[in-house]
């Protein structure tokens, strides 16, 4: 129910997480210096060595899986939770930080799409993308419902109105844990093995996609109308 409650907050996170991709997109495709003030000179060079090494997303093997597992959970509970503490900022703070994930989003697979590699690229970053980038959006909705309290407190005091909207948000992001922690064992344990079959990659996809629009989206508006 409470997805149900922050669905408008969940609807303008994915708008500019959306928009922010083509946006990304659209630059890198027009400017070739694009990407590397985006991305960094260190990793495009690091990429274009793997692509002439024939191993394009070999980044993905370097690390240990266990070292790399705990690294990269940790890492998206941290992005998580300044999505939704940026929230503070009116909402503003949130936005961009959409705003900045989304167009290194879109900057990063334009860039692959120009060596040719965008099929193949999408197959594999979408393993644990599709679960880490939706709950960034996810998170992101919690800031703007706690930003929003601040903005709209409606009949309550600004600050009654902060503090349930922070509690609501809050829900949002420990509720999002297990899901980070599912996106770092799918990157650390399985993204590495980039030659695997192109059926197994879209499974994991389809299926992580599946649950995320079920259980945040289709899940509370059924709870809703059986209310």
Do not use: C
């Not at 495009?44 to 002439?52: A, D, S, Y």
């Not at 009949?155 to 509720?175: C, D, N, Q, W």
């Amino acid at each position: 129910m409470l997805f149900y409650d922050i669905r408008k907050p969940l609807l303008y996170a994915f708008l500019i997480f959306t928009i922010s991709i083509f946006i990304g997109w659209i630059s890198a495709s027009n400017d070739p210096s694009f990407a590397r003030l985006i991305l960094g000179d260190g990793y495009v060079n690091m990429t274009l060595e793997n692509i002439e090494n024939g191993n394009p997303l070999a980044v993905y093997g370097k690390q240990g899986e266990v070292d790399m597992f705990f690294a990269i959970t940790f890492n998206n509970v941290r992005v998580s939770f300044f999505a939704f503490v940026a929230g503070i900022v009116v909402s503003i703070g949130t936005g961009f930080l959409l705003f900045q994930n989304g167009l290194m989003v879109g900057t990063f697979f334009s860039f692959l799409a120009q060596q040719g590699l965008f099929g193949s690229s999408v197959l594999i970053v979408m393993l644990h993308g599709t679960l880490e980038l939706s709950a960034i959006v996810i998170a992101g909705a919690g800031g703007f419902v706690m930003g929003n309290s601040i903005l709209f407190p409606g009949t309550y005091s600004r600050l009654e109105s902060f503090k349930r909207g922070a509690k609501k948000g809050l829900k949002v992001i420990i509720g999002l844990i297990p899901v980070f922690i599912l996106a770092g064992f799918i990157e650390s344990f399985f993204t590495r093995y980039t030659m695997m079959h192109w059926s197994i990659k879209l499974g994991v996809i389809l299926l992580s996609a599946g649950f995320i629009l079920y259980y945040f989206v289709i899940y509370p508006i059924i709870l809703h109308r059986n209310e």
